[in-house]
């Protein structure tokens, strides 16, 4: 039994102890190895550090990096005043009844409202000016659509497929990292919600449970993908994939390759000034686990040799790229994705791309699996999306906010709307089936004088495009 | 003689009493068969329902509806305590004169203050974010007008036609459900004041008066059409297309297209969650009578059966279907609608749609009559939307508003103040007739990058326009 | 000696007095002569009218239309309470430093506080809802001017020339009516401040003094135009016309055609309730003079046969006009303008007329003068106009707003501190005479795609280019 | 020993004192040769104007000027009232930590609150409505950027060339002057600086202190450029620049073209009217020492007579004028740049500029150096003009805010948060080195229609495309 009193005594560098769910651990030979750098640590150094290293941690991820002879001992109740902890999120306000939200923007009022202020910054956090994170929801307003009508609209399918798998919703759970900052319940509510809609969810790399605690209580049939990050550490790395091989129902690797380097985050550095400053330490550069030497070539050898399942590449901002995607036959699907805003600011939005390619390479869109996610809100958005060819959407901070405004039930009410207003929209545009959405449905002149012209823009200069040119057209 | 308490018990679905002008009748079968939903009645459950029944259904309509043993007896006067009711809106507010508002815009303010909560909800209300309806408004201000100067404007005539009619006005009133609810004159104050101008009116549906009681008082050439919902229930849409056959100044048959399915009215929603809290009961399903099945050759060999009268149809949104529309020849004109942004928001609006057309199918023009609504605010939106080819433009929630803001005295201010910026305008253009009105007075440019492109929008995809093509010109 | 009480009595249609200046006038008789309405002198009558009607009526007026006998006497001073008089809004607010207002805007903001609010409704309202007036101004900030550099620019001469007479600036006064409303000197207070500058002047045929009055004090070579609205009252037109033929300083007639019919300005109708209310006088309908007959052939001829001084027509509004313009060899130069905004709501500004110009009939510029107004406020914006072809430019409420500050030396500071702008523009572009402003100095590609495009806008339907067409270029 | 009350007789033209540090000097005779007006001095005539004088003088220039006669004597501290001083800025706030500042808007925000309402209204101003100075920022939030992705991004070097010389980040110090305003370590601080990064630094030909001063502690291949505005006092200016060439550090001539004449600064001519009014003088007219009659063959033979070094053009804001610069052999380069919106309203950013001479003149990319300055906020920013084509970007206020929140500390911040967010966007974008950003990684498809284009704008009339033409490609 060791009482707060002796834990506080163990606060640097040279000895740095810290109490974890009532046990006392011995963390000096860890701090340089913390993937999220040795001030997170030290912040917490002869503290009880549970409610902060809860939410973002997976449980049981401490017996896998400490020694054994780490734990010192049990934590006395009696000793040592309490820490001041920060209560999880969920418990806090009196619960606004989630029938009562009509739309996405409500839930993320309500979450606001619930999240610590920690999770608001890191989830609503995004680089710079946020002006891609605007520009990603915006862009779908600037979007007409072109109802069709006198057709029988009685039947709505929102049903469809991706990499050959059948999904119940062409709306899907974007890899976001540690979800039981939003609700304890965490990665594993999300996938309850989901089991509901039969809809696909993308496990986040940093999701803040194992996969295995994620997939427990899926149903036959419900979709799984597990989104990769690089790591510096290539073994770790190598372990991860071969641990996510022996799970049945995660389908497909998601490889992100759109924050190889951390965008610039404002809120969430705040916060962290903020905390750092609140437990007296003092900036310590933040440790970047992800491997940024990533090319085409040499990591996807490298990939297929550690696992069978399928590729799809997230993060894809060009057609460029999108072309060269689909010369991989490894490669079976992309993500258009701009990291929600929060990699780099001023970037085109996945609807940019998607007019691109139609202009530049549309044959992608026959060899690959586009899906898209960033700045969707409306079912007019997810038909949008899927007119220009996406073959599904993904939430990310809507599914935490869905989460944090109510666990479990939180986020199945944020799919409910999405998936009503989609119907919704599907009928009165005159269609049945999602395969059904063309562009016949939807006016984009309003956007097309933004989407990149190598003839116009690249005057005088000689062309960069490498894979495909409009002059095909 | 039955006095309130006694009515108060009866409030369940096993036992459903209400009191409608002091009678009471026990509703418990006819539960189920409300084209409104049974969950509308049981908010009202043992109560007197007078005041939110009255405003939203025709005079008469009660005995249609229930057998002669649901009526119970009359309501004990001295018993009970009196119901909290709501005052009809139009007795509310000390009256504002209505020479003193000078535009549109001042009327609604008006009407927003004397309607009930519901009743502005119901009016106001659009689908998701409301971008369609204020769409609807804008687009005119982007369109510049080109007066021609040095040229006689002494005479200015109104007049025009629709159908070979003659009309006073080129504005006519669109159909809008439950003007009762703005004031208890209801569509029959309508037509009244749309006697003194000699203008259109199209009869919703959903009148809160029989169309009988509409006409009743019209004067000779004054027109009226009527609105077609295509009931789930044929039987009865046949018994109402045949009692409209019956009526001499109903000249045609408006059938509706735009609404096959109900679009999400956040703040109607809002307006019914509250009812439904005071009146303790929770969320029953809304019920939608509206047939979703029609098509084209279907639903008007079915209509050419019931009716002779020319049939226009409401709600074309795209040219595909304008072009379509102008090959059945019982088709006589076409109205383009967005349903006042209440159906699918960020739809194209009826400015955007004649652009279309004068690109796609211009030959329309000279097959079909167009007339549009949505947005209509000003004379210049007027004198805009007719030298685009529209014969007539469409009021709708204008109507309502003049109606809540005074009564037929209140309507035909609207009507009066949009006459006279109409006629002002249309001498300002130089010209003196309605048909003297061509692009030549309009600049359209602002919003011609906004027009619906299949040769650039579908680059590298097979095209979706079936029935002509801009390659024409 | 009439007594106030005495003079009470006779407030009626049938025997209506006033006073003016002291003296009492019978004036029943002369009701239904009144160009402005009966209902403005009911609005006074059996009061002292002094205030209202000394600043918007030349002094000398009286006489030309009253009959001898309608004077009655002089108003004994002692007898009746004292009128309460509005007082010459000059003399109300504490003087501003007049060197200290840097810009327009400012000079605007002291003329608010200084004027009447009837002189403010009247002078600052525009139709509708003010977006021809907003746009007049803001068109200006959407052309970029490009600067050359490395030329010599200790020069800048600001004098220019105007149906070849020499005048200082390439800024004139437009014509706006009833100056006295500002400040006590009126337009010839405007003429002084002219006069310093060389500057041209458009008499208003409105003016609140008599053309003599206001070229009283001019100086050799200063040059003015006078402003002809031809009445329906053929002869009181032609009286005025040999009236001004008999000016030398008059130098032109400026024919105005942009307001045959009155257009909706809604401060200025407010402000008129306001008054009829206090005045317990009911909304008589507006009087309105004008002819509105006028055409081409017929209006010229018969203005030729009145006056041989240079005509020039104000208020064209489209490129087809402009060319007609040029066919008649009497009129010698157009003014582009929309009445300041306050005819027709929504209509183009006047430079996209220069530039409709440029487009359809460029060489209009070679056999017209063309200058313009509305929305100058900075020296940019001139230098733009000229830049364009315009010959010079416009101020109207700029002016008045000048006059209502600070009287003479409020218009002089206004001439100074748009002059001053504008070298300093010449300037910094690297061009020293008004008449090398060229298109090489500004860049309009923001505004192009406002431009009217008869090929664009009018696919499918018959051209309505009468005059000229883009198709030579 | 004089007392500061003998020195208040001295406060007229006749007879005008002044104590500066300490010392009584009699500058009457000098009133009419100071370049910055006498009634700057007349405003602190019988005063001590060392608070005024000291930050915006160089040390020792008061010996260059005065006459040894004038220094009277040593001032009396006990003597006298104090001087109602106004504290050097940084002394005033209590210190924000630097390095909570996260943007270069953090830092203009404690630079606001420290500055002097004298030096913020110097600073922060710029001309007219401030229109460019916006735009001058807005312009690259245009721009969208286009990530590609599985590029190895581990290294990230920001170094480069101009002239020929390596400096350490494409970020450059625009000339801007009188830094002492800011903080007493002025322009040597700004120096010093630039030295922990190898970045380059123009110094304003109106600094406050003198070149030899600036330059004293650079290190070995720091870069320094000196910029020169022609006075009308020739043999001044030859005097600097011969002073000039004696500095090894300094390593080329930045002659500035910009600004002939002075553009309109109304927050400074407030300030300055305040400043007046609180020393009881009246407007004085402002003197501008520069000459206007600058051209190109004779200034630059002048320049040429005078100077080895290489020259550059700051001020270019055309293709054209670009292009003729490409013709003058002695002109290694060019800066695209309007002033900081100081000069001229409603003028092209050097983004324009940069589109300009794509399309018209790319040839001249190869031949001379190009660098922008103005607006500069962001990373991104800086990599938007780099792959427009650009060397490097300055930045002028940006820097002397970044004195201002903390002297050389504050611009180290300023520079590294810069250089940070470049080197992040370059990885994101996927280039290793500045000379790898290329058109490709931009997309300017959004301001394409802003750019000028005389075959479209200028129809119908005789073009002014002096020395190169978009014919060309």
């Known amino acids: 039994m060791i009482n707060l009193l002796e834990v506080a005594k163990h606060s640097s560098a040279d000895s740095c102890w810290v109490v974890l769910h009532g046990r006392v651990y011995d963390v000096t030979d860890f701090l340089n190895d913390h993937p999220g750098g040795s001030a997170a640590i030290m912040a917490l150094a002869g503290k009880d550090a549970t409610e902060v290293y809860d939410p973002i941690h997976p449980p049981g991820l401490l017996e896998q990096y400490l020694k054994p002879e780490a734990y010192l001992g049990v934590l006395s109740k009696t000793a040592g005043q309490p820490v001041d902890c920060q209560l999880p999120s969920a418990c806090k306000s009196p619960d606004v009844s989630l029938s009562s939200l009509l739309n996405l923007a409500e839930i993320e009022q309500v979450a606001k409202s619930k999240l610590s202020s920690k999770g608001w910054a890191y989830y609503s956090s995004a680089t710079d000016d946020n002006i891609t994170k605007m520009n990603n929801h915006l862009i779908y307003q600037s979007i007409l659509l072109r109802p069709r009508v006198f057709i029988d609209c009685r039947e709505c399918n929102l049903s469809t497929e991706f990499l050959g798998l059948k999904i119940g919703l062409p709306i899907y759970i974007s890899p976001a990292a540690m979800a039981r900052l939003a609700h304890p319940v965490g990665e594993a509510g999300i996938a309850a919600a989901c089991r509901r809609f039969q809809a696909m969810q993308i496990i986040s790399h940093n999701a803040s449970m194992t996969p295995q605690q994620i997939v427990a209580n899926s149903q036959p049939g419900q979709v799984f993908g597990w989104q990769l990050y690089c790591l510096k550490d290539v073994q770790q790395s190598e372990r991860r994939i071969a641990e996510i091989n022996s799970i049945d129902s995660v389908k497909f690797i998601c490889l992100t390759l759109d924050a190889p380097f951390p965008g610039k985050r404002e809120i969430e550095e705040r916060q962290k000034m903020e905390e750092m400053r609140a437990a007296g330490v003092h900036g310590a550069p933040q440790v970047w686990g992800t491997d940024a030497s990533l090319t085409w070539e040499k990591t996807l050898q490298w990939l297929r040799r550690h696992t069978s399942l399928p590729v799809i590449l997230k993060g894809i901002q060009t057609y460029e790229d999108a072309a060269l995607a689909a010369k991989y036959p490894q490669v079976r699907g992309i993500v258009l994705s701009n990291h929600g805003g929060r990699a780099l600011d001023t970037v085109s939005t996945p609807v940019h791309v998607l007019l691109e390619m139609r202009w530049y390479c549309p044959e992608v869109f026959d060899k690959l699996d586009i899906i898209v996610d960033g700045g969707i809100m409306r079912g007019t958005d997810v038909v949008k999306a899927l007119a220009l060819g996406a073959k599904a959407v993904g939430i990310g901070r809507a599914a935490l906010y869905g989460l944090a405004a109510g666990g479990q039930e939180g986020v ?31 006016n984009t002149r309003g956007i097309e004088s933004q989407i990149f012209d190598s003839d116009t823009v690249i005057r005088g200069s000689s062309s960069s495009s490498e894979t495909c040119s409009k002059a095909k057209f």
Do not use: W
């Not at 207003?421 to 599907?426: C, G």
């Open 412 to 442: 199945e009410r944020t799919l409910q709307i999405l998936a009503d207003e989609t119907a919704t929209a599907m009928r009165l545009l005159g269609v049945r089936r999602v395969d059904q959405l063309s562009l016949q449905h939807i």
